[in-house]
């Protein structure tokens, strides 16, 4: 580290604490006392961006930083981890965004498709609540056209879920 590096602008460390909720960023870690950490050490990058920063405890970055015991990739994926986890990115976008690394392949979507319908059952999918059959384009008229239509069903799964989640609530009642 060198001792003529400038300090990181307190706008930027603002945001970082922030981003943190004033805590390291660390899962269940939780210790308020943070340090300002660089995902790519300053050194290495001249980099004070709010982009490389990430708040840690002394601990967590002692481990990051001297020990090595936590690698750049992890990091990287718990600083990305803070929007979600702070709400930053909707039920939606996170779907979006799961569709797409699900589907390498593929560089966009249009929501007036079945993607769309895809993508919002997509827990249910995933869980095997419900089952995606044919994909039809219903006849002219009914719709604007090449707008595509999925059929979904239920399965034996998903009606034990739906008939437990009533049920409790029943009883609640």
């Known amino acids: 580290m ?14 970082v604490l922030i981003e943190a909720g004033y805590k390291c960023a660390i899962p269940r870690c939780m210790h ?5 950490a660089h995902i790519v050490s300053y050194d290495e990058s001249e980099d004070n961006s709010f982009e490389n920063l990430i708040a840690l405890c002394p601990n967590h970055h002692r481990m990051y930083d001297k020990e090595k015991k936590i690698d750049r990739k992890a990091i990287r994926i718990i600083k990305s981890n803070l929007d979600i986890i702070n709400g930053r990115y909707n039920d ?31 827990n249910a999918i995933e869980h095997g609540y419900l089952l995606k059959g044919d994909v039809i384009e ?9 707008y595509k239509l999925a059929i979904y069903k239920i399965t034996p799964e998903g009606r034990e879920f739906i ?6 609530d029943e009883e609640i009642q």
Request: proline residues 11%; without cysteine.
């Open 2 to 15: 060198t001792n003529d590096r400038p300090a990181i602008p307190r706008e930027i460390e603002r945001q």
């Open 32 to 36: 308020p006392t943070t340090d300002i």
């Open 92 to 122: 939606f976008e996170q779907r979006v965004f799961r569709y797409f690394a699900k589907n390498p392949n593929t560089s966009e979507i249009q929501p007036s498709d079945a993607v769309e319908v895809d993508i919002l059952l997509m």
């Open 138 to 146: 219903p006849p002219r008229g009914d719709f604007v056209s090449g």
């Open 163 to 168: 008939r437990k989640w009533f049920s409790e």
